[in-house]
């Protein structure tokens, strides 16, 4: 299926040629079309174009990284896969001009190729794609491409050698430092999963060994559904550099970010929102998906909403990754309460000293009342933000000011950035009295956040309805621990909704390690809390 340049503007692309000899050579991957001629849709074959754009002076390439996010089933890997195949055989690179002044190909010198995959001892789907429209290249045109060394079957394959030199390579996190900087096309696959270091490493490991090879113009694509808000993967962080980029914040450095999301579906279970969306999300790929399955599969009662978003919507997940229940919380406002002087109390403290915020929770011992001490927001300006920092001498006299008051029996603070002021507190107060609590334990973290959201469930805390802590709790959105609970169960964190955004949650933090520091206060015999009869809401 030819496609060709419709005018003589300054646009040029090796993606008509792409597309072409894909169509020409290629099958469908693996799936229900397994082995028929492989076809590229319009939206697409869009893609491909833009991937391939070149400089019209010089014919370099001018992507050296796209990123392709479509919702869960729409052959994301399966044209990965045929771009692998593509960069490893075809006319991929610049060679010159036609007589009628569209760009002529050439195959690559020594092409380099690898798929990463996100678990160890797994191809990855981009692979399984390569080989088996390899192995049907090799039935059908062989002749032209001899040499293609799958090893003993496409089923096996491990690493497939292209004669006078070339190699396509499945790697994972432990194998992507190997042939460093040999690469020409790297494709990482579903980087919405990319969550974990040994993961985000390996990503930018190879990013790094795509600068090497100048002549060989390497680049790379990440394909990926959206991601959830806060996890820090690298499809995140690649929206992030995109929208920096739009902003005009960075410099653009070749990114090519293709994104299709649904519009706002409101009910999910109101066909006449839902079903509309899906087929706009799935754009070309709607005709021969079925929408109403997985309109039904989104419904289903063990399926998390945000998740149905992100994976079928192609929307970030935000909703249901709520921390906390904003209005569970309002609920437990105790506003006409204040704990008396010389009462025993506890206090978190979390924060950073710039950009950020930092502030004190107290908790009443004998009744878990709880009320924020001080807090210290930066601007929401962000040119004041840069230059803002805590006013360090404020906070100490916060402290201060709450020992002369009450008597204070624990302090659980979180050293970063704080280190010489926690140490100089310990000091003050005593090693006993102030702890460092360090929330980057994900399991301690976890299990201290999980009882703390049991106790507002659970109506044993009140607090005094400060508008500055209601939002810093309404802010928090879960972050999957890398920890389980003792059922094998996940656990979570919490977490701004993305790392630059303004809604601060640092009163959320130490509002959970007062929390903590009440327990563990009443465990070792320090107060006897009074029990208060309420019903324990299971969510």
Not at 70 to 77: E, I, T
Not at 177 to 193: I, N, Q, R, S, W
Not at 445 to 450: K, P, S, T, V
Request: hydrophobic share 40%; proline share 5%; net charge negative.
């Amino acid at each position: 299926m030819a496609r060709r340049k419709a005018d003589s503007d300054r646009f040029v692309s090796l993606g008509f040629t792409a597309i072409d000899w894909i169509e020409n050579y290629l099958c469908h991957g693996p799936g229900d079309v397994q082995g028929d001629d492989l076809v590229i849709d319009d939206e697409m074959a869009a893609f491909i174009v833009k991937a391939y754009r070149l400089d019209p002076a010089t014919g370099r390439r001018m992507v050296n990284r796209a990123f392709l996010s479509r919702p869960k089933g729409r052959a994301k890997s399966e044209l990965a896969g045929a771009l692998v195949c593509f960069e490893a055989l075809g006319p991929c690179r610049f060679d010159g001009w036609d007589a009628q002044g569209d760009p002529v190909g050439r195959p690559q010198v020594y092409p380099f190729i690898r798929c990463l995959a996100t678990e160890e001892n797994q191809s990855g789907n981009t692979y399984d794609n390569v080989t088996v429209m390899l192995e049907h290249l090799v039935e059908h045109t062989g002749d032209e491409f001899p040499g293609i060394d799958l090893g003993r079957s496409a089923q096996t394959s491990s690493r497939i050698f292209i004669e006078g030199g070339g190699e396509i390579v499945p790697s994972t996190s432990s194998g992507a430092a190997k042939d460093g900087g040999k690469e020409t096309f790297a494709v990482f696959d579903e980087t919405h999963l990319y969550v974990l270091p040994e993961l985000k490493s390996m990503h930018k490991t190879v990013r790094r060994n795509l600068v090497k090879r100048r002549a060989a113009e390497p680049w790379s694509l990440e394909t990926s559904t959206m991601y959830a808000v806060g996890e820090d993967s690298v499809a995140e962080a690649t929206h992030e550099y995109a929208k920096a980029v739009k902003a005009g914040r960075v410099r653009d450095g070749g990114l090519l970010f293709d994104h299709r999301e649904a519009p706002h579906v409101e009910d999910l279970h109101d066909d006449a929102q839902l079903l509309p969306a899906l087929k706009f999300v799935y754009g070309d790929a709607a005709p021969w998906m079925d929408l109403e399955r997985i309109a039904s599969d989104m419904r289903e009662p063990d399926t998390d909403p945000a998740d149905a978003r992100r994976y079928f919507l192609n929307q970030p997940g935000t909703a249901s990754a709520k921390a906390f229940d904003k209005a569970e919380w309002k609920a437990l406002a105790q506003s006409d309460f204040t704990v008396p002087e010389k009462e025993p109390i506890v206090i978190g403290f979390d924060g950073a000293k710039w950009k950020d915020a930092t502030g004190f929770v107290a908790t009443h011992l004998e009744t878990g009342h709880q009320w924020p001490l001080g807090v210290w927001e930066a601007p929401l300006n962000k040119r004041e933000a840069e230059d803002w920092e805590v006013p360090e001498r404020e906070v100490d006299l916060c402290l201060a000011l709450a020992f002369d008051t009450w008597r204070v029996v624990r302090v659980y603070a979180d050293p970063p950035w704080y280190e010489e002021t926690v140490a100089r507190w310990q000091g003050k107060y005593g090693e006993k009295v102030v702890t460092e609590w360090w929330t980057h334990r994900d399991r301690q973290m976890a299990f201290a956040l999980r009882a703390y959201r049991t106790a507002m469930s659970a109506g044993d805390l009140s607090h005094d309805g400060d508008e500055a802590f209601a939002r810093h709790i309404a802010n928090a959105v879960k972050r999957p621990a890398r920890a389980k609970d003792d059922e094998g169960k996940p656990m979570w964190t919490i977490q701004k909704d993305r790392h630059d955004s303004p809604r601060k949650i640092d009163l959320a933090m130490a509002g959970c390690l007062s929390w903590e520091a009440r327990r563990d206060a009443v465990a070792a015999g320090q107060a006897r809390p009074r029990r208060k009869s309420k019903m324990l809401i299971m969510r």
